[in-house]
């Protein structure tokens, strides 16, 4: 089964700080995603990738940068943390486009004060 | 706008009953319809899915029915157990959406011993 490691686990940051997030797979997917989880919206797609050094937008791309600097690595950057940042973050991976399984990590959660 | 609705946002069914979880979308170029369940702490992962050409999928005690002209689906969880207790996630792709999955807000079913 396919396995997305997700690092840290927990983080607390201050308004105006600077985040990163990291996602490792290595399952050698083509595609990785950033999603963020809030309830009541469920998954919002944040950025994804289909390999190392491209980047596309999804559909709450603001206030985020991300990088894919292997097939493996996929970073997402906050650079000015607002509170309305605090969320679950989930780093997925998978092999084709759209219809296929996509494999989550266990997630990210982020706290802004 | 909400591309991909679910209700309702939570739903408790006592054990050996069934569940039944309804999803509707809005773009008809929609196309693959994946179902994810998650618990907490952890991930979403896929449970079962559906392409437009069906109307129903069968996976033991879990069944997506799927209407076409209505751009409905739901999904009944036949003699539901207390282990079924989780997040259940409707998703959608298509030929417009590339790799990206959109996401319903999610229903939190609790099945009662």
């Known amino acids: 089964e396919a396995a997305v490691t997700q690092s840290p686990r927990n983080k607390v940051t201050v308004t105006g700080g600077n985040v990163t997030l990291s996602c490792r797979q290595t399952?050698?997917?083509?595609?990785m995603y950033w999603y963020r989880q809030d309830t009541g919206h469920g998954l919002r797609l944040i950025h994804y990738?289909?390999?190392?050094?491209?980047?596309q937008i999804g559909d709450v791309p603001d206030g985020y940068k991300a990088t894919r600097t292997t097939q493996e690595d996929f970073f997402l950057l906050l650079e000015l943390a607002s509170p309305s940042q605090t969320s679950l973050y989930f780093c997925?991976?998978?092999?084709?486009?759209?219809?296929?399984?996509?494999?989550f990590g266990k997630g990210t959660r982020l706290t802004v004060v | 706008q909400q591309q991909v609705r679910q209700s309702p946002q939570s739903l408790t069914v006592w054990e050996g009953e069934t569940a039944i979880l309804n999803c509707s979308y809005e773009?008809?170029?929609?196309?693959?319809f994946p179902w994810y369940q998650q618990f907490p702490g952890e991930g979403p992962a896929l449970l079962i899915s559906?392409?437009?050409?069906?109307d129903k999928k069968e996976d033991g005690r879990f069944t997506i029915f799927f209407n076409k002209r209505e751009k409905k689906l739901s999904l009944h969880i036949t003699d539901s157990q207390p282990g079924d207790s989780a997040t259940y996630f409707c998703?959608?792709?298509?030929?417009?959406?590339?790799?990206?999955?959109?996401f319903g807000g999610g229903t939190r079913l609790t099945v009662r011993p």
């Open positions: 997925a991976s998978s092999d084709l486009r759209g219809a296929t399984e996509v494999f």
């Open positions: 399952n050698s997917h083509n595609y």
């Open positions: 990738s289909y390999g190392a050094g491209n980047l």
């Open positions: 998703a959608a792709s298509g030929v417009n959406a590339g790799a990206k999955l959109t």
């Open positions: 773009d008809s170029t929609f196309n693959y």
């Open positions: 559906i392409r437009s050409v069906s």
